[in-house]
């Protein structure tokens, strides 16, 4: 949440902000002239807080210096379902790959034969060479994966710390 006063009346404070909105591409979700502004900003391959898709609301109240605006700002829950889901799928598909290699390793090293150890077979019978490159292979797709899923959260955590930046740079166009 962010607050500012500015020393305009509030229904020019409310036509300027909206139009520093407008200009800066924001999406009008809903308002309630003069009182308050709902807009949608970002998009969501967005990964800065600026960058990222939220939604932000202004609310207006006449103040004795002019008029109080309040910024309340939040993800959008769109860009916070592709995240989850995004690293929920990702770390399916690394831990799939995990266990494709120590399928294929259990094959080289004591001869198990396991799920995916038809991989490893070329023309009907083992082949070391192309089992070896399985293994590294899956094995490293497995593990840029889980790096990808900590630099995801990390990055969430980076948004949802900032998330009112964009609201502080709007609210800081309104002239005094």
Known sequence: MLERSVGLETEKAYSELRGILLEKGCKIVSEEPPKRVS????????????????????????????TRIVSYSSVSSDWANLTLWGNVLAGV??????WIAADIDALLVDGTSGYWTWLARAFGYPDV????????????????????????????????????????????ELKQ
């Open 39 to 66: 807009i949608e900003h970002g998009s969501l391959r967005g990964v800065s807080p600026k960058s990222a898709k939220k939604v932000v609301s202004y609310e207006f109240s006449p103040d004795k210096s002019g």
């Open 93 to 98: 598909v690394a831990a799939l790959f995990w």
């Open 129 to 172: 060479q192309y089992a070896f490159f399985m293994v590294n292979v899956t094995k490293a797709l497995s593990i840029v994966l889980v790096v990808t899923i900590l630099l995801e959260i990390l990055d969430v955590f980076i948004v949802y710390r900032g998330i009112d930046s964009f609201a502080a740079e709007t609210l800081g």
